[in-house]
């Protein structure tokens, strides 16, 4: 008798699990999907349209998004991984846990991005950020910036992507010069923050002339707060750029869906959210255009290592970094 | 006799085991992960830095804290309560909170800078060793204070008075009363700070200026996000347990009984002397005011605009936050309390290592240990406030612990005997005798407990799905999204939830001692 009423206990919860609609899971960064970010948006409008559950599932910033994918290895519940940089791809397609998309992206990014395993959904370019009323002329450049006495505040390369990004930028413009123009920093520098939120905010309590941050900054505040005082300091040598990209964990238990995802977010409906929400640039210009201020600072040049190259070079230029701050 | 005590001797030791087990399982589970343990030489700058930094401000933090606390102890005045009161908010504001109420003070456009320019002279830099210690000093000073005040009022006010007819000096009364008092209490409250800041991580990178300033926690960082050298990460936090446990151990040397015997509890009245003391002590009681509020009040100024215009999800968080902050408060109180009890019959080394490494124990490796130990079993998500509740548990007993140990102590010397022969035993015991006269450091450190749990970002970020967001995890969250002033507003929510939580608890433990 027993038996049967846990029987039947079982099947009663089971017979819900079976009719529920399939679950696709994306593992991402906490600002992606927090209720100010793109993710509410894009969750309406993809469930719109795959009869399914779309579940984002935070884990911590950009940089700890790959350690939490390595952590939980084949066993993972996610499906797809939102969010990691082109600094970290070719450690991410070391690890073997990501299937290839095999898809051809058309994308308006500044330049090439092919990856066999990663898309593109955004990108931006790093930039410091200044206050034009208080800094009506910026340097040019990063020897300009060196020989001036402005202060800035910038993000450790070994807790934070911007950080790295800095690092990545320095080493694509200058190559073996790069400790000479760390060096010439070391005196700019006030200090080195954990992640970008405490280096942000050390600006905006002027604590610094300018900030590591992306040339699209001054558009959020012109957007959302209405102020205009925000600017991003064009450099000569070019800007280092973030391309922002999802994939396809193999371990996968929906491929399929995982798959329509990945079309879905190279859509109108996806890429029409970033702008505002991310506050980077669509990987695909959305055909109602860019919003107001995204056009303001374009720099003329992009820098990006690839992959490998980036992944290579990250140990020394993490070392020359240190000995050259390190007074 | 023996036998009535046996089910407490047995109770604390398997407490302390379970103790050591959460600290050590998660560290080998992430030790297991990787193979092989090698530290490379910026390894070892950044333990010795943590080291330097972490016992600057230990020694800072409570030499600072002994006038102050005595001047508490020995002065009545109109706002003494609110002061003391006030002694528990830095140490509940969240590292990014309070970093940006110091800057406010201190920074390049701080008061202090705007007060020296104004006057011609040239503008001070808060950024290297100095602003650590300053930023530790302000966040511990207040903890310091309250634990040695706790000694002060623990001295029988049958022992002051017989001082007071033996027509005893200040130094005297230092010599017999106040020394041997601060040699039973000092140690602990050095080893708490020293601990606590070791494994300080966004203050000391944010103010020590560059890379020259990296601690443990950061390179445990480097190893866990962008490596995922596992065993790098587990060997750095074997280090910082090392660190700690030797810490913990030259404590448990040093430290020495008061031995005052039993007294009445009777209010304490100490002399007042007159003079140039009454003014060092009101230089020291104004200087730590204006120390404390002025940050404080930089905190309360930069979030009241946004309050009106705050997110939905902040009001849900708040109300896990409470939740997860009640929940590990009564549980650690009561194991705290139980350790204590068991320690103060007789000295143990275990139960002072169980109820001192969790403090030395690295975040992220806990955080990531519980992940993987948890992931065969069960998805981690969903277990994410109960991982977060023992994870709180586990961090704020050694504070309960070093709180309650010189009264408990106090206790069972001055009663023990007493309510032995009277056969007062177990639950009569704990209601007429420790409760009773533990009410004090049982309130305070229940807030203490309370209010850490609240501002406690560790694991949750790990663990945290969509809908089990605490205060702190928004608040991150916020501050990562431009969303400055929104983020503001939800730290003042969340350090006024911390601070309301611990008044209540600190000022019931008060009322129930009075």
Known sequence: ?327 | MASRARPLNLIAPALAALLLALVLAPLAAVGWRGAGLSLGPADWAAVRFSITQALLSAVFSTALAIPVARALARRRFPGRTLLITLMGAPFLLPAVVAVLGLLAVFGRSGLLNQALIALGLPPISIYGLHGVVLAHVFLNLPLATRMILQGWLSIPSERIRLAQSLGFGPSETFRHLEGPMLREVLPGVVLVILVICLTSFAVVLTLGGGPSATTIELAIYQAVRFEFDLSRAAGLAGVQLAVGSLAALAAWLVTSPAGFGAGLGRELNLSAPEGWRRAGDIAALSAVALFLSLPLGAVLLRGLPGLSDLPAVVLPAAGRSVLVALASSSIATTAALTLALAAARRPQMLLGAAATLPLATSGLVLGTGLFLLIQPFATPMTLALPVTILVNVALSLPYLYRILLPEARAVHSDYGRLADSLAIQGWSRLRWLILPRLARPLGFGAGIAAALSMGDLGVIALFAGERQATLPLVVSQLTGAYRMEAAASAALILVTLSFALFWACDAGGRRAAA
């Not at chain 1, 927090?34 to 993710?39: I, L």
């Not at chain 1, 939490?68 to 499906?79: F, I, K, T, W």
């Not at chain 1, 070391?94 to 992206?105: D, S, V």
């Not at chain 1, 954990?194 to 280096?199: F, I, L, N, T, Y």
């Open chain 1, 1 to 327: 008798m027993q038996r049967h009423l846990l029987a039947a206990g079982l099947l009663t919860i089971a017979t819900p699990a079976l009719a529920e609609t399939p679950v696709l899971t994306v593992l991402t960064y906490d600002s992606f999907t927090s209720e100010w970010g793109p993710g509410p948006a894009i969750e309406a409008a993809f469930e719109a349209t795959c009869a399914c559950d779309l579940r984002f599932v935070p884990a911590g910033d950009g940089a700890a998004l790959l350690a939490r994918v390595q952590l939980e290895g084949a066993a993972s519940d996610a499906d797809v991984v939102l969010g990691l940089d082109t600094s970290l791809t070719a450690a991410a397609s070391a690890t073997q846990l990501f299937a290839p998309h095999g898809k051809t992206a058309s994308t308006n990014l500044p330049v090439d991005f092919a990856d066999p395993n990663f898309l593109p959904f955004d990108w931006g370019w790093f930039a410091f950020v200044h206050d034009k009323t208080k800094l009506p002329e910026p340097p040019k450049s990063f020897e300009a910036l060196a020989a001036s006495d402005l202060k800035i505040v910038i993000q450790d390369p070994r807790s934070s992507t911007p950080g790295l990004g800095l690092l990545m930028w320095v080493k694509a413009a200058y190559g073996d010069r790069a400790p000479e123009i760390w060096q010439g920093l070391a005196d700019n520098i006030v200090t080195v923050t954990p992640g970008w939120s405490e280096a942000y905010g050390l600006f905006l309590e002027g604590e610094a002339d300018m900030v590591l941050s992306y040339t699209t900054s001054p558009a959020y505040h012109l957007i959302a707060e209405s102020d205009d005082t925000k600017g991003a300091a064009l450099f000569d040598e070019g800007h280092y750029m973030q391309i922002e990209v999802a994939g396809k964990l193999a371990s996968s238990d929906q491929p399929d869906l995982a798959d329509q995802f990945l079309d879905f977010m190279l859509t109108e409906a996806f890429q029409s959210v970033i702008p505002q929400t991310n506050w980077m640039y669509p990987a695909v210009t959305p055909a109602s255009g860019l919003p107001e201020g995204f056009d303001a600072f374009r720099p003329a040049k992009s820098l990006l290592l690839a992959p490998a190259q980036a992944q290579a070079a990250r140990d020394a230029a993490l070392a020359e970094w240190q000995a050259a701050l390190a007074r």
